[in-house]
């Protein structure tokens, strides 16, 4: 029954309801990073360390970052592997700066979602791991030509995205002063 109704879909919503699916286990792996447990040494450290990495933003830094990690995702098999990686790190380092600076862990990631930037960067990523898939199913069904044009299109909105939440980002970095 269930797969009947998913095969009565049409491409385009298939693709949507996939790539909410993501937005979830998204969250789900960086929740996952953020409740791993650090001791406050070690919380202290790498909070160090991405204050060095991150001393400087800009727009082009904080879109370079993003959108390449998002590239990365993209590629078939590996890229869902790499992009879970680096979405649980994120997460690690958000339970990092919310330990040091005396938040609980959870509260500090979700409260991110106020923020319109974190939607749009987790939306980015999740399409990027969609299409992953989206590029393997349709490689196994000899569709793989037309799957690449989506794959282009995909990549432009991603990074469409990304540039918008940089600037936010950025906006906010400069208007709260850090």
Known sequence: MALNLW??????IKRILTIAIFFFISIIITIAGALTPLSPSDARDIKQEFDKISANPNVQLIFGNNFMICLIMFIPVVGP??????????????????????LPPLTAFLSLFILPFAWLEFL???????????????????????????????????????????????????YFGG
Do not use: D
């Open 7 to 12: 095969n009565n879909l049409p491409s385009k």
């Open 124 to 174: 980015a990523y999740s399409t990027a791991l969609v299409e992953s898939f989206w590029l393997i199913w349709r490689m196994f069904h000899h569709k793989m030509k037309r799957e690449l044009v989506n794959a282009c299109i995909l990549i432009s909105i991603c990074a469409v995205m990304l540039f918008a939440a940089a600037v936010i980002e950025m906006a906010l970095i400069l």
């Open 81 to 102: 592997i790499i992009g879970s990686y680096a979405l649980y790190s994120t997460g690690v380092v958000i339970a990092a700066q919310s330990i040091v600076g005396g």
